[in-house]
């Protein structure tokens, strides 16, 4: 087997690792959306029949909001470890997007 100059293995690793992050993460985003807009539809219905009233949903939403934020410090951290400059990552999270 020859190898090219300047590819070693571990680039090659690390692009295949890019890849699938992208893959897996565009495949979460796109679930979550579906989840979302389910969650939305339910709420409609909700609100429409008179089971909840749209003041109830403001508040849970508040509520949500607030809880989102503290979480949103905790994921920044985590968000620094993804190789989002890399093209094999962008990639990857578009055929995720598109496929999921």
């Given at each position: 087997?020859?190898?090219i100059p300047g590819i070693t293995e571990a680039s090659v690793v690390s692009l295949i690792v890019a890849f699938v992050l992208g893959l897996l993460i565009g495949f979460l985003i796109k679930n979550v959306i579906k989840v979302g807009i389910i969650i939305l539809a339910i709420v409609i219905i909700l609100i429409a029949v008179g089971a909840?009233?749209?003041?109830?949903?403001?508040?849970?939403?508040?509520?949500?909001?607030?809880?989102?934020?503290?979480a949103e410090s905790k994921v920044s951290t985590y968000?620094?470890?993804?190789?989002y400059n890399s093209i094999a990552f962008i990639i990857g999270l578009v055929i995720g997007l598109v496929k999921g």
């Amino acid at each position: 087997m020859t190898s090219i100059p300047g590819i070693t293995e571990a680039s090659v690793v690390s692009l295949i690792v890019a890849f699938v992050l992208g893959l897996l993460i565009g495949f979460l985003i796109k679930n979550v959306i579906k989840v979302g807009i389910i969650i939305l539809a339910i709420v409609i219905i909700l609100i429409a029949v008179g089971a909840i009233t749209p003041t109830s949903v403001e508040h849970a939403l508040m509520s949500l909001g607030q809880t989102a934020t503290q979480a949103e410090s905790k994921v920044s951290t985590y968000l620094d470890l993804l190789p989002y400059n890399s093209i094999a990552f962008i990639i990857g999270l578009v055929i995720g997007l598109v496929k999921g």
